[in-house]
């Protein structure tokens, strides 16, 4: 059975840059598939933020592409997000994914809130 | 806004059928898989629906799912209290990027 964990700091500063690692068990990263972030700011709705596949190929949401990085540690297995320059606009829970093709996620980690704030 | 335009909110009584549209365009919906997620309230969300029809295994054959053009439905029959959350559909967009809708909030009353 898939799981995958989300960790990183729950509060992060005007300007910084926001990273969380989503841990992966039940599966081996390299083997296949994507892994995607997905937020959700305080009651609203999803928005993907991008996707890597096994192989190391990325896909970004064109709105977030100039500050977003993500990354795969086969070793540790688990993959990793960097957002750059965050503003309040940031505050969201952040979901890391499998992705059985892009848009195909499945499962899903619990989540985790992450709070833009000085 | 979203890509991909839902109803924000949906209700019915228990035993009613209810539908939930997700409206896209040709670079989205129009060319590419839909897929649905259900939100239960303070969890993470669940895949519902893939390849615009197909249930994974676990999900209820009370919810069922549609494409025809550039829009898509996800049907829920028999409700019950516990299907009351939120619905998003998503896809890809040839842009590239995938994209989801605004989120349809089931009230079941």
């Known amino acids: 059975q898939v799981q995958l964990q989300e960790s990183g700091p729950g509060l992060v500063k005007p300007s910084e840059t926001l990273s969380l690692t989503c841990a992966v068990s039940g599966y081996s990263i390299s083997s296949g598939y994507y892994w995607g972030w997905i937020r959700q700011p305080p009651g609203k709705g999803l928005e993907w933020i991008g996707s890597?596949?096994?192989?190391?190929?990325?896909y970004y949401n064109p709105s977030l592409k100039s500050r977003v990085t993500i990354s795969v540690d086969t070793s540790k297995n688990q993959f990793s997000l960097k957002l750059s320059s965050v503003t309040a606009a940031d505050t969201a829970v952040y979901y890391c994914a499998r992705g059985l093709t892009r848009e195909w996620f499945d499962p899903w980690g619990q989540g985790t809130l992450v709070t833009v704030s000085s | 806004q979203s890509v991909l335009t839902q109803p924000p909110s949906a209700s019915g009584t228990p035993g009613q059928r209810v539908t939930i549209s997700c409206s896209g365009s040709s670079s989205n919906i129009g060319s590419n898989y839909v897929y649905w997620y259900q939100q239960l309230p303070g969890t993470a969300p669940k895949l519902l629906i893939y390849r615009n029809n197909q249930r994974p295994s676990g999900v209820p054959d009370r919810f069922s799912g549609s494409k025809s053009g550039t829009s898509a439905s996800l049907a829920i029959s028999g409700l019950r209290s516990e299907d009351e959350a939120d619905y998003y559909c998503a896809a890809w967009d040839d842009s590239p990027h995938v994209v989801f809708g605004g989120g349809t909030k089931l009230t079941v009353l």
């Open positions: 890597i596949y096994h192989s190391g190929s990325t």
